[in-house]
Structure formats: structure tokens, C-alpha cells
Nanobody
């Protein structure tokens, strides 16, 4: 599956952004999906996951209550609504797909396919 992330940009702290991830080339609904971010000088961190049918979502503690992950399997697209953005949210955000099991969903190694990343910069 090929993934294309979009929607990043520059936003002030407290603002909102919506990221999109368009998938092609394989059955989108057969993959668990995730949003993974990497801040400068830091390791990649899975911040949100969603199961194949969209029925279950999970979030890292750092974004819980502020970010919402969703998907539309009819449109082969995944989203990440980011509200109340903080300076610490500044990172490159990647969408990723994998046939993961629940216990591995927060491990970047569980995702076999990655998009190219989109930059999110939060300013004060």
C-alpha cells in the first residue's frame, strides 16, 4: 500500500490542524493504521492508532483528549484532527499501515508501510 500524508503547516499554540493520509495500491481496510511523529533529535513515537474497521482508537498520553484519529474506508483515507496544539507537538507526522496486533500497535516497528511525512510546526 502507498500512503500520502498532507495537511501539515505552521500554527500558533492553541490552534488546530487536520492531517489526511490517502492510501492506494492495496486494500486499505485490511490494515491497522497509525500516526507517528518524530521531533528533531528524538525517536519516532506512535501517537494514535485505529483498527481496520475504525472501531477502536488509541492514543498516547501526550495527545489524549486533544487529537482524534479517524478513517473512511470508502475513501481510502485516514485523518488526524489535532486541537489545542502545543509547542511540544512540533514534529514530522507520518501515517503508517501495518497488520499489527493490539499489543504492538504503539511500536513503530509494527508498521510496514509509511507515508512521506508532513511537517507540523507550532509557534508561541
Amino acid at each position: 500500500v502507498q500512503l500520502q500524508a498532507s495537511g501539515g503547516g505552521l500554527v500558533q499554540a492553541g490552534g488546530s490542524l487536520r492531517l489526511s493520509c490517502a492510501a492506494s495500491g492495496d486494500t486499505f481496510s485490511s490494515y491497522g493504521m497509525g500516526w507517528i511523529r518524530q521531533a528533531p533529535g528524538k525517536e519516532r513515537v506512535v501517537v494514535a492508532t485505529i483498527t481496520r474497521n475504525g472501531g477502536t482508537t488509541s492514543y498516547a498520553d501526550s495527545v489524549k483528549g486533544r487529537f482524534t484519529i479517524s478513517r473512511d474506508n470508502r475513501k481510502n483515507t485516514m485523518y488526524l484532527q489535532m486541537n489545542s496544539l502545543e509547542l511540544e507537538d512540533t514534529a514530522v507526522y507520518y501515517c503508517a499501515a501495518g497488520r499489527w496486533i493490539t499489543s504492538s500497535r504503539f511500536s513503530p516497528e509494527a508498521y510496514a508501510y509509511w507515508g512521506q511525512g508532513t511537517q507540523v510546526t507550532v509557534s508561541s
